[in-house]
């Protein structure tokens, strides 16, 4: 599922409950200030206070949720230009959480490792090329031969001018 609280306003933060039915009630609409009142520091800590929001929420879940064969696939979002630098650049953070040891050790060769900690952000993937690359590994760690694997394919599939128009 997609969560948008990483997303601006980056406030209010809503509270981690033990049962998401207690918010079923909706709250009274609380007043956003102004982009323009909000100090360019504490909007860069609203923002890592979503961020620290959004992890606890997902490590949560996962932990409270997950089964011993999911497998869990976290997309990130690019720096919001707001509180970020332009060297900053646009990558997004992916990590593929399982449980499943040697499914893990495929990813090793796309540059994944192990942890949310990472000491280089090279190599880094296209989400285009993730589809090629989380099916080449499914079938490498469940599938009948793994020695007849689908192509990677790192940028995706290209559809030819001709088709794309139609």
Known sequence: YITQNSHYPWMPIPEVVDDWRTLNVL????????DDDIE???????YFNSIDYELTMLVDYILRE????????????HQPPRVSRRDDGWDTPMH??????DLMDTFEQYGFGEGLQIDDIEPSIHHEGFYS??????????????TNLPHYRPEGVII???LAKE
């Open 66 to 77: 997950g089964e011993t064969d999911d497998i869990f696939v976290l997309v990130g979002d």
């Open 160 to 162: 030819p001018t001709n």
């Open 133 to 146: 690359m989380f099916v080449r590994s499914l079938l490498e760690t469940y599938g009948t031969d793994p």
């Open 96 to 101: 593929i959480i399982s449980r499943d040891q």
């Open 27 to 34: 709250a009274p609409d609380q007043e956003v200030p102004s």
């Open 40 to 46: 360019h520091q504490t909007r860069r800590m609203n």
